[in-house]
């Protein structure tokens, strides 16, 4: 068997499954219905993808977070960027393109004629303004700890010798978004079921201070479909046992000190800042921007352009969805008047959206489950 398919076995997960439902039996009794949440985008979209819902417990639900980085950024960053193209040639990744500013989108300054290009990974823009000196070349830096670390490489790489290359960052941290979660009372969470990539980088011991008494499961694991089975076990197994700890399921990858060398790469050349989240608001220290040394990289500062708030779309609830308020049909806008063709927010633009997960791989659910 090849090693991916380890976490992929169809015995081992009906196996699992079995093992799920007996689990949420014995909370039936207790009379918990556990709302699990998980964190990561790229879990949203693995559970959508591999039907995880489908084969779940009734009674158990799981509820998107806020780890989609295209989702929370937001409208101002993109009416920034817009600006930030009419002086320099800007580079992003692809999934910004279409995510709606206040009025325009990446997508639509490009066809207008502004010099937007996608990009796969930052080192093209590195390389872009190094084969163009005398052009102004800018790296729209957003994401979370896994993409910190490279964007931090990034400053280590252009720090000195290109002139004409700047950052204009939304980079944002998990631990803090779950801190404001955990503290906003119209938000409900049994368990967290923890990133995998982001918990590479900060380890698993940055969790404790959500679990222990008085605070919840939180479980750690990889995106295989037996990866994300095994993770759900894990906090059924704790809910059943009145047990709140942090349990690492992807010890394969994560440590509990994380990645220290990254870590380390990371505060040389980013501080925290209160950032604000699209839909969620600002949240203490759950940002990171280049430290004022650094400032000849930055953006903002190097054309003068100041990241506002922005206008969010009419009637758009994508703040809903990314506190696991709301599954994405319940937004009167899904799958009408905003589509993966049409998006009218962000969570339906990118591709570890809620919205487009829901969208995309949508199956018929079991009565109850799906909104
Ligand atoms: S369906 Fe569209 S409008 Fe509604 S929350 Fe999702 S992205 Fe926003």
Redesign the pocket.
């Known amino acids: 068997m090849k090693y991916v398919d380890a976490f992929r076995d169809p015995a081992a997960s009906r196996a699992v499954v079995s093992e799920l439902a007996s689990l949420a039996g014995k909370l039936r009794e207790s009379g918990i219905r556990p709302a699990i949440m998980e964190v990561c985008g790229t879990h949203t979209m693995a559970i959508a993808r591999n039907g995880i819902r489908d084969v779940l417990p009734p009674e158990v639900s799981l509820i998107s977070g806020p780890g989609c980085p295209v989702c929370v950024t937001e409208p101002g960053y993109i009416d920034a960027a817009i600006l930030a193209a009419t002086r320099a040639t800007v580079f992003t990744f692809g999934d910004m393109l279409n995510v709606p500013g206040s009025e325009d989108s990446l997508a639509t300054a490009r066809a207008a004629g502004a010099d937007v290009h996608p990009c796969y990974s930052p080192s093209a823009a590195l390389d872009f303004a190094r084969a163009n000196p005398a052009r102004e070349t800018v790296f729209l830096a957003i994401g979370f700890e896994t993409t910190i670390a490279p964007v931090a490489a990034l400053a280590a790489a252009a720090e000195n010798g290109l002139p004409n290359f700047s950052m204009l960052t939304a980079l944002k941290l998990v631990p803090p978004a779950l801190a404001a979660l955990v503290s906003d009372p119209a938000v409900h969470i049994d368990a967290f079921l923890c990133p995998a990539h982001v918990s590479a980088i900060i380890g698993s011991d940055a969790y404790a201070p959500f679990a222990g008494p008085g605070g919840r499961p939180c479980v750690i694991a990889g995106f295989e479909p037996l990866d994300i089975l095994y993770g759900i076990r894990c906090i059924l197994a704790q809910l059943a046992d009145g047990q709140a700890f942090v349990e690492n399921e992807y010890a394969r990858v994560v440590k509990p000190e994380g990645n220290v060398k990254a870590q380390n790469l990371i505060s040389r050349y980013m501080e925290p800042y209160d950032a604000a989240w699209r839909g969620i608001g600002v949240i203490p220290a759950s940002g990171l921007r280049l430290r004022k040394q650094y400032g000849a990289m930055d953006a903002e500062s190097r054309f003068g352009i100041r990241v506002e708030p922005g206008t969010p779309?009419t009637?758009?609830?994508?703040g809903?969805?990314l506190k696991g308020i709301l599954n994405?049909p319940g937004?009167p806008?899904?799958?009408g008047?905003?589509t993966p063709e049409n998006?009218?927010?962000?969570?339906?633009v990118s591709s570890e959206?809620?919205?487009a997960a829901w969208h995309s791989y949508r199956r018929i659910a079991p009565a109850g489950k799906d909104a």
């Open positions: 779309p009637g758009c609830r994508c809903d969805v994405p937004c806008l899904f799958d008047r905003c998006p009218v927010g962000p969570c339906m959206g809620a919205c």
